[in-house]
Structures are given as structure tokens and as C-alpha cells.
Nanobody, 125 residues
Framework: QVQLVESGGGLVEAGGSLRVSCVAS????????MGWFRQAPGKEREFVAR????????YYSDSVKGRFTISSDNAKKSVSLQMNSLKPEDTAVYYC??????????????????WGQGTQVTVSS
């Protein structure tokens, strides 16, 4: 099993920046991808970004491209999401996720195997 623990998040004004991080523990040796989803009240969980563990290749949703940056530290088994130029519509619970394969449509939650408990990000207007 793998445990994911997020940290960071909080309240920020529109245009500001926040950073959320996630540390993986347990049987992490077979993880090939880590990433972030978010879920706003009354909405479905949506893909934000992901990074392939060994190549460092990154993927972003169109809504955050150019504003968010995902990075990973394989030695520390962690992934971070730097969020700049935040907008009120970025307000959501942000979930860290990890997967053991690269198969499937990566924007869908069901292709990932493990999830963190989530951390709240609130952007005020």
C-alpha cells in the first residue's frame, strides 16, 4: 500500500501564489506517475497536472497551463504544485494522486491507484 499526505494550501487573494506538496510512503517503488486533481463544491473531480516519475514529463489541464508548475523529488518521494496567478475559480480541494501504470486516459481519476486526503485552496476575489 501507498500513503499520500498533502500539505500547503490555504487562503490567498486573486493573483497570488500558493504551493501544495505531497509525500508518498509505503510501497512506493512501483509508482510511475504522481499528480494532482481538484474538486470544487458541487463539481466532479478534475485533472490538474501530472508528472511521469522517471522521465519528468509533465501534463497540465488547459485551465492551469502557464500558471501552475508540477515538480517532483524522487529521492524524497514527493510531488509539489506551484500555483501562480491564482483565480477564484481555482478554489477547490486539491488531491494528490499516484499510479502504478501509464495506461488509460490520464485526465480521469479512475486510472490512478492512490489518493491523499485533500487540502483546501481558497482564492478570494
Amino acid at each position: 500500500q501507498v500513503q499520500l499526505v498533502e500539505s500547503g494550501g490555504g487562503l490567498v487573494e486573486a493573483g497570488g501564489s500558493l504551493r501544495v506538496s505531497c509525500v508518498a510512503s509505503g510501497r512506493t517503488y512501483n509508482l510511475v506517475v504522481m499528480g494532482w486533481f481538484r474538486q470544487a463544491p458541487g463539481k466532479e473531480r478534475e485533472f490538474v497536472a501530472r508528472i511521469i516519475k522517471y522521465s519528468g514529463t509533465t501534463y497540465y489541464s488547459d485551465s492551469v497551463k502557464g500558471r501552475f508548475t508540477i515538480s517532483s523529488d524522487n529521492a524524497k518521494k514527493s510531488v509539489s504544485l506551484q500555483m501562480n496567478s491564482l483565480k477564484p475559480e481555482d478554489t477547490a480541494v486539491y488531491y494528490c494522486t499516484a499510479g502504478r501504470t501509464l495506461y488509460g486516459v490520464y485526465e480521469t481519476p479512475n486510472v490512478y491507484d492512490y489518493w491523499g486526503q485533500g487540502t483546501q485552496v481558497t482564492v478570494s476575489s
